[in-house]
C-alpha cells in the first residue's frame, strides 16, 4: 500500500515541476506589457535623451613644424653651454611665462635650477632633438640668477626689457 501512494505523489511532484516550467518559459517570450500613463507622463533621468558631445577638434603639426622642448640644451648667442631645459612654467590662465634650466655643474654635481623668461629663448632651429635653443642671456648673467626651488616665489631672469611682472590675485 505504502508503494501505491508514493506512485501518485512522484507522478503530481513531476507534473508540477513541468507546468511551473513551462509558465516561465511562456513569460520569458512574451513582450513586456507597456507603462502605465502615469510612468510615461513624467520620464526619469535615465529614460531622458541625451545629445552625443561634439567631436574633438584635431590639430595636425607637421613632423618639423614642433617639437619638445624638455631636456633640450640651451646655449648662449655665442654659444656658451646654458644648461638643459628640466621644465616648463604656466601661469593660472595656461600661458607659458617660463622655462626651468638646469644650469652650470657637470654631470649633474653643482649644478642648479634657474628661472628664464619664455621670452628669452629662440627656437630657430630645432628639427631634431640635437638642435640647441638660444638664450638672449650672457652665461654671466645667468651664473647670477637665484636658484629656483619649489614652493617658493619664483624669480625669472628676462632679456631686457621684455619681463611683465605676474599679477597675483589673491
Known amino acids: 500500500m505504502r508503494r501505491a501512494i508514493q506512485v501518485p505523489l512522484v507522478v503530481a511532484f513531476l507534473l ?51 617639437h619638445g622642448v624638455l631636456g633640450r640644451e640651451v646655449r648662449s ?38 628661472v628664464v623668461d619664455w621670452n628669452a629663448l629662440h627656437f630657430g632651429r630645432v628639427a631634431d632633438k640635437g638642435d640647441s635653443i638660444t638664450l638672449e642671456l650672457t652665461k654671466a648673467q645667468v651664473a647670477a640668477a637665484p636658484e629656483y626651488k619649489e614652493d617658493t616665489s619664483i624669480v625669472v ?4 626689457g621684455n619681463l611683465q611682472p605676474f599679477e597675483d590675485e589673491h
Do not use: C, H, Y
Open 16 to 66: 508540477l515541476l513541468a507546468a511551473v516550467a513551462t509558465r516561465a518559459e511562456n513569460e520569458s517570450q512574451q513582450t513586456p506589457s507597456p507603462a502605465p500613463a502615469a510612468r510615461e507622463a513624467t520620464p526619469t533621468p535615465a529614460a531622458k535623451e541625451t545629445t552625443p558631445a561634439p567631436p574633438a577638434s584635431v590639430t595636425i603639426i607637421a613632423p618639423r613644424e614642433a
Open 77 to 114: 648667442p655665442t654659444n656658451e653651454d646654458m644648461g638643459r631645459i628640466v621644465d616648463v612654467i604656466v601661469d593660472r590662465t595656461g600661458t607659458v611665462r617660463a622655462a626651468v634650466i638646469d644650469f652650470g655643474g657637470f654631470l649633474g654635481v653643482g649644478s642648479r635650477k634657474i
Open 157 to 160: 631672469l628676462g632679456a631686457a
